[in-house]
């Protein structure tokens, strides 16, 4: 009798075979980062735009009409993030629910429309957890205790997180929190923890610059007082060694804006990645 006790014990306790987890689609790296987190082994999540993907530029590969087909869900961060994701749904022919993980969250405005890089608001992340929660609670009721244990603890190491990122702002003088970059995806965290972002002037994102865009940046720097310069686009060293001689600001390693990197990466997670970025800022500016 006790064997059998045991034995119905054991198979009570073992994982969801494939077939009873509820099948989820997430557009890029960092909101599956949030599904994984709290969906567990309690969902099949599949991401179109794995890690050091770019989410922007991505074109849909013959498979992923059929993944969205067989999901529940598909979460996205919406903002305008995915314009490619739209035709995608539809030529799949899907029934799943499409959840913005963003709903709620007031858009910053960039030239070309509303800023879709809310997540790097640790305040914001914690509204797309909240949002994926609710999506996986209603798509999963008779998982939703699980759901929503995940996402409380999971929404607790947010908000230590977010203590982390605004003392280590605070440590940084106030005259010193402005930095040049080429990036346009730190509006949210500008916003959100009192950092400046400037885009250096008549640089474009794509190219290399020219002897005289590094005059200008350099000059830039200068009348701005700019601390720190992350220039990603720039792969020549004697150009980097130019800026910082000539205007004293320190150059910065990468930000990483737009997705998770792989597991060997600085960032295999979206707290790996606020830390890797809060680190390189502050070794830049707190000198």
């Not at 969801?16 to 082994?41: H, T, Y």
């Not at 529940?72 to 490619?84: A, S």
């Not at 990603?232 to 990468?254: C, P, W």
Request: aromatic content about 6%.
């Amino acid at each position: 009798m006790r064997l059998i006790v045991l034995c119905v014990l054991l198979l009570t306790a073992s994982p969801l075979s494939a077939a009873e987890r509820l099948n989820v689609v997430a557009s890029f790296s960092i909101v599956a980062d949030f599904v994984r987190i709290i969906g567990g082994d309690r969902v099949n999540l599949s991401t179109l735009v794995g890690p050091d993907g770019d989410v922007h530029v991505y074109t849909p590969a013959p498979g992923d009409a059929k993944r969205i087909a067989e999901a529940r869900l598909v979460i996205v961060n919406g903002l305008g993030l995915e314009g490619w994701l739209p035709r995608l749904v539809q030529s799949s022919g899907a029934k799943a629910e499409v959840v913005t993980a963003s709903k709620g969250i007031a858009p910053l405005k960039l030239r070309s429309g509303a800023d879709p890089h809310a997540w790097q608001s640790v305040v914001n992340a914690k509204i797309y957890v909240a949002n994926i929660a609710d999506a996986l609670v209603a798509a999963g009721p008779e998982d939703a205790d699980f759901f929503r244990a995940q996402a409380k603890a999971y929404l607790e190491k947010l908000e230590a997180l977010d203590r982390e990122v605004r003392d280590a702002v605070a440590s940084i003088p106030t005259e010193r929190r402005k930095v040049i970059t080429t990036h346009n995806a730190f509006g949210y965290f500008a916003a959100e923890y009192g950092v400046q972002f400037v885009a250096p002037l008549g640089v474009s994102t794509e190219t290399e610059p020219s002897a005289r865009d590094i005059a200008a940046i350099i000059g830039q720097i200068k009348a701005e007082k700019i601390s720190a310069v992350f220039l990603e686009n720039i792969s020549d060293d004697r150009l980097i060694r130019r800026i910082a001689a000539e205007t004293g600001a320190k150059v910065g390693g990468i930000l990483i804006s737009d997705g998770l990197t792989g597991e060997k990466g600085p960032a295999p997670t979206y707290i790996d990645m606020v830390r890797h970025n809060i680190k390189a800022l502050t070794s830049a500016l707190d000198h």
